[in-house]
């Protein structure tokens, strides 16, 4: 609507529209005036025109910014409001009053080009940092983390994991004995030695067969995996040993700290969507300790042919965890997901490649 449709004749008149009385939802129809430098509301009603409903002095009125068409607010001193769509006649009031333009919000708008420049240039710039800035923060994050950090959130983890997912194992304590003492063969040659790693045994729950490992070290295999093993206990040892990799490089950490980067990110380009970082690096530790990208799997698979070939087993064993998955679940597919070890034939090849080359190297020493 324009201001010379709206305009009513008086030529003191700004715009038409609606009055609030303070805290009232009841609508007056009426036009904002200026009566000698004071604005001042005057009602349109049959019965009361010309009613002054409302006044004040420019100092003491607050109008809202233009965004839009989005109704305008004039809201007076004692709490009461004027509101109208007449939003040219307010700007051409304002700006007679040497008040300046429009809203920034509402000149964007108007810019279409500018506004979509605006965007490109965020996404570009959201990409820059997702690819390049964030990952070496993340490798910074890392490096400078004091050894409390992971051990509180592993605590947290395991903790809240016992509480919703996992159960106390039901595993005779013979077979518990047999799987920790090999795990104690591999973890005496893994960084840190057996003291930095603890191996707990839990029901797995909805988990199922799965094994994985905390940021401070501990491990967590679930009875539904050695079921599964059967009587392969250098299986078990093997998926162990996968499990230790992911400790030593830190992988969990990495994950963490890239997520919260990305909340970072998000909340720096959104604005304000919550104690974003906050909740990742308090809550998340849970769900994002078990999922690695699949570098990182590689990397841990690879970690644990070493291992297993050091302690003077076989390194292939981890090959035939993903055989097991194939034969007796089922999974057959390139990019199945079940618990944290997706079964690819691409990483049981690259196994045993791995530990062909190893055996090959160590026959040349």
Avoid: C
């Amino acid at each position: 609507m324009s201001m010379a449709s709206t305009l009513v004749s008086d030529p003191a008149s700004i715009a038409t529209g609606t009055w609030h009385p303070p805290h009232s939802s009841r609508a007056v129809a009426a036009r904002l005036v200026d009566i000698g430098g004071s604005l001042t509301v005057l009602s349109d009603e049959d019965d009361e025109k010309d009613k002054r409903l409302a006044w004040g002095i420019r100092s003491d009125i607050e109008i809202s910014p233009r965004v839009g068409s989005i109704p305008r607010r004039i809201v007076f001193g004692n709490e009461s409001v004027f509101e109208t769509r007449d939003n040219d006649a307010v700007d051409a009031y304002l700006q007679g009053r040497g008040e300046g333009r429009s809203g920034f919000v509402h000149r964007l708008e108007i810019v279409r080009p500018r506004m979509i420049a605006f965007a490109v240039a965020t996404i570009v710039l959201a990409s820059t940092i997702y690819h390049y800035a964030l990952p070496a923060l993340v490798e910074v994050a890392v490096l400078v983390t004091p050894p409390v950090v992971p051990e509180m959130m592993s605590a947290g983890t395991l903790k809240t994991l016992d509480q919703v997912t996992l159960s106390p194992s039901k595993l005779p304590e013979a077979r518990r004995k047999e799987i920790a003492d090999q795990f104690e063969k591999i973890a005496t040659h893994a960084e840190g030695g057996v003291g930095r790693y603890k191996l707990n045994f839990r029901g797995g729950g909805v988990v199922g067969p799965n094994a994985f490992a905390l940021p401070d070290g501990n491990l967590v295999l679930t009875d539904e995996l050695v079921n599964l093993a059967g009587g392969d206990t250098e299986m078990i040892t093997a998926v162990l040993g996968h499990e230790i990799g992911h400790v030593e490089y830190k992988h969990s950490l990495r994950q963490l700290y890239r997520a919260a980067g990305v909340a970072g990110l998000v909340l720096l380009i959104a604005g304000d969507v919550g104690s974003g970082v906050q909740d990742v690096l308090t809550q998340g530790g849970g769900l994002l300790a078990l999922a690695y990208s699949r570098s990182a799997e590689a990397q841990a698979d690879r970690r644990s042919v070493e291992l297993m070939q050091e302690a003077g087993m076989d390194p292939t064993a981890l090959s035939r965890f993903f055989d097991t998955l194939e034969t007796k679940l089922g999974d057959h597919s390139d990019t199945s997901m079940l618990s944290t070890h997706p079964g690819t034939p691409e990483r049981k090849q690259a196994i045993l490649d791995y530990a062909r080359e190893l055996r090959a190297g160590a026959g040349k020493g």
